[in-house]
């Protein structure tokens, strides 16, 4: 191609476009060290802003909640009720004349909602096949790493009444 008026015979844009071919692959040490030191600033400043976010974290509190009257429910039945909120169903389960345990109806593996075998005295996942202990809530058989989480439960005159989960 012929460019008039002009001696070389690349186009007017790559002339006037200062950036060569051949150097925009070429990092230098300056700009590597440039963007290291940028990034593990960024990093460190994230950690820091983790930290003290830390420092001022405070647990949620619970409130108390009534779940159900004292023999409201016969030896080895459920009783299905929601704590702390709306959306977080839980199981009540009477597994002695004074005794009764709660626990998080959704199953650690996948949330699928759990329930009470009295056959097998423990609770089961139907999804996987995932077994929790009624005792305490361990995984006794399946793919799910964690217990569930415990409601803890106070007797308040006749009533139960849920005041706090531990997961
Ligand atoms: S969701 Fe419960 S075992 Fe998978």
Not at 100 to 105: A, D, G, P
Request: charged fraction near 20%.
């Amino acid at each position: 191609m012929r460019w008039f008026g002009r001696a070389s015979s690349e186009p007017l844009w790559k002339e006037e476009f200062s950036v060569r071919t051949a150097d925009e692959r070429y990092v230098t040490r300056r700009q590597l060290t440039k963007f290291l030191v940028l990034t593990s600033l960024g990093m460190f400043v994230g950690n820091v802003w983790i930290f003290i976010r830390s420092l001022f974290y405070r647990a949620p509190a619970y409130p108390r909640q009534t779940v159900a009257k004292l023999g409201e429910i016969a030896v080895g039945q459920v009783k299905l009720f929601t704590y702390p909120a709306p959306d977080d169903h839980c199981i009540l389960v009477r597994t002695g004349e004074n005794q009764y345990v709660s626990y998080s109806q959704k199953c650690t593996h996948l949330s699928c909602a759990v329930y009470y075998s009295q056959s097998n005295d423990r609770l089961e996942c139907p999804c996987h096949q995932g077994f929790f202990s009624i005792k305490d809530g361990s995984v006794l058989q399946g793919p799910p790493s964690r217990p569930l989480p415990r409601v803890i439960l106070e007797a308040d005159g006749e009533y139960l009444v849920a005041t706090e989960v531990k997961a």
